[in-house]
């Protein structure tokens, strides 16, 4: 259990276009989920943290129009990036926390596989 | 300013042997820690933590001590097997509601066999 999916796994497009990646759970409901961004060899950056049905709350330096974030079911959180540029090729990254514990939040918090963005 | 530093970006040991994995941070405010590993074309899961009122936690071959005065971390596996190979997360929550994870930057720790 606890399966939370990513797609597509990469993805290059032009200068000035959008692409849309999607976060699934698979088997839980998650009415929380983040998305996180990261450099080579560097740290996974917390971007924003998606509540379903509400706006999500972005992290400090993270363009909330730039970064497009949905999450709009229990089990789907969406983030287009919009107007892509060459600086945003990346790896993104989701996580998902499972609504049915009543365990620590940190340990139940579930990742995506991840998606590459190529921006040329 | 990365409030979480794994500064070993790679470690080789001998199968058998014992790994020690390290991390450090600056946030005091910081008060759980965690391990993650990660395998190439997936995501991190969740190996370990300790909360700051502990010193050490133990889950089998891995445990993990947490030194707050210098607000250092370390991963201890032992005994080292091949599968352990993967690159290990350092994250830290703490101060907020929301529990957010601040992770470092990994360390790709390989187990020869």
């Known amino acids: 259990g606890a399966v939370v999916s990513q797609h597509p796994s990469w993805v290059i497009c032009k200068s000035g276009t959008s692409v849309k990646i999607e976060c699934r759970s698979l088997?839980?409901?998650?009415?929380?989920m983040f998305w996180y961004r990261q450099f080579p060899k560097q740290s996974l950056m917390l971007m924003a943290t998606?509540?379903?049905?509400?706006?999500?709350?972005?992290e400090q330096g993270v363009e909330k129009d730039k970064f497009l974030i949905n999450h709009a079911s229990l089990t789907l959180s969406t983030l287009t990036v919009t107007s892509a540029h060459p600086e945003d090729s990346s790896f993104y990254i989701c996580?998902?926390?499972?609504?049915?514990?009543?365990?620590?939040?940190?340990?139940?918090?579930?990742f995506g596989p991840g998606t590459r963005l190529l921006v040329l | 300013d990365q409030q979480v530093k794994q500064n070993s970006p790679s470690l080789s040991v001998q199968e058998g042997r014992i790994s020690i994995l390290n991390c450090d941070y600056t946030?005091?405010?910081?008060?759980?820690f965690l391990w993650y590993k990660k395998y190439p074309a997936e995501g991190p899961t969740f190996l370990i933590s300790?909360?700051?009122?502990?010193d050490k936690n133990e889950d089998g071959r891995f445990t993990v001590f947490l030194n707050k005065s210098a607000k250092h971390l370390s991963l201890h596996i032992v005994p080292s097997q091949p599968g352990d190979s993967a690159v290990y997360f350092c994250?830290?929550?703490?101060?907020?509601?929301?529990?957010?994870?601040?992770f470092g930057s990994g360390t790709q720790l390989t187990v020869l066999p």
């Open positions: 996580s998902a926390r499972d609504d049915r514990t009543s365990g620590r939040a940190e340990e139940t918090q579930y």
């Open positions: 088997d839980f409901q998650a009415t929380t």
């Open positions: 998606s509540n379903e049905g509400s706006k999500a709350t972005y």
């Open positions: 946030n005091s405010m910081f008060d759980y």
């Open positions: 300790i909360s700051s009122i502990k």
């Open positions: 994250a830290a929550s703490g101060g907020g509601s929301a529990r957010q994870l601040t």
